[in-house]
């Protein structure tokens, strides 16, 4: 069963802190199994709206430019110690912990910061 502990979340908090200190997120875990990074500010606009989920999958064909270079950046830390924990017949390869990046949440926009 995928598991992320607190103190690894703070470590991968702390990374995103030190390696793109011109950004603010948000680093919480859910449900014991997921990590969910939020780009709250930042000099780079991503999208065009406020809030948007990132597929982290398909970073490279969603986005260009600095935007790209900066979530790819933050898909990095956030996958550096994620391995496939085992591989279930039924459901497939199961990893360490799922990782879900967004632009902003949904209560609270991306604030895009000169």
Do not use: W
């Amino acid at each position: 069963m995928p598991y992320i502990e607190v103190s690894k979340v703070a470590e991968i908090r702390n990374q995103l802190k030190k390696q793109l200190p011109e950004f603010k997120f948000s680093v919480t875990r859910e449900h014991y199994s997921c990590l969910n990074i939020a780009i709250l500010a930042g000099p780079v606009k991503f999208i065009d709206g406020d809030y948007e989920q990132i597929n982290n999958y398909y970073i490279k064909e969603n986005f260009t430019g600095k935007a790209k270079e900066i979530l790819l950046k933050v898909n990095e830390i956030a996958s550096k110690d994620e391995k496939i924990m085992f591989v279930d017949a039924d459901y497939g390869s199961i990893p360490n912990y799922y990782i879900h990046i967004s632009v902003g949440k949904y209560d609270k926009p991306y604030q895009l910061k000169n």
